[in-house]
């Protein structure tokens, strides 16, 4: 069983950068998959942004998101980051960090299903004045 807390929400203007970092409590295994989603409105689904492989470093982004985000994770601190570069008014959502301890970039598919990621944090607001 493992907790995720994110940090580095905030306020933002348009052509800032941001970088969100998700703090993984308890244990993980090189199979773990670790990622990060966006939720724009609690009436709207959870959207995929990018994930990494915990063990090597492998990354998958979605589309939206290539280009101007970067995930990495640093092993010795249990930390994922998630830099947003030149944001825009569209990036405002509420960032979610997410665990899974199957390798789903194996089966990239898989990555865009929330219910995949059996483990969540409780969600960093990103807010992005035009």
């Known amino acids: 069983q493992i907790q995720l807390v994110e940090f580095g929400g905030g306020l933002a203007q348009t052509g800032d950068s941001l970088k969100l970092s998700c703090e993984v409590l308890g244990r993980t295994f090189n199979t773990y998959t670790m990622g990060w989603f966006r939720q724009e409105a609690p009436t709207k689904e959870r959207e995929f942004v990018a994930?990494?492989?915990?063990?090597?470093?492998?990354?998958a982004y979605a589309d939206s998101a290539k280009g101007r985000f970067a995930i990495s994770r640093d092993n010795a601190k249990n930390t994922v980051l998630l830099e947003i570069n030149n944001l825009k008014p569209e990036d405002t959502a509420v960032y979610y960090c997410a665990a899974t301890p199957f390798p789903l970039l194996d089966t990239p598919a898989l990555l865009y299903t929330p219910a995949r990621w059996p483990y969540w944090g409780k969600g960093t607001q990103v807010t992005v004045s035009s």
């Open positions: 994930a990494v492989k915990w063990s090597d470093g492998r990354t």
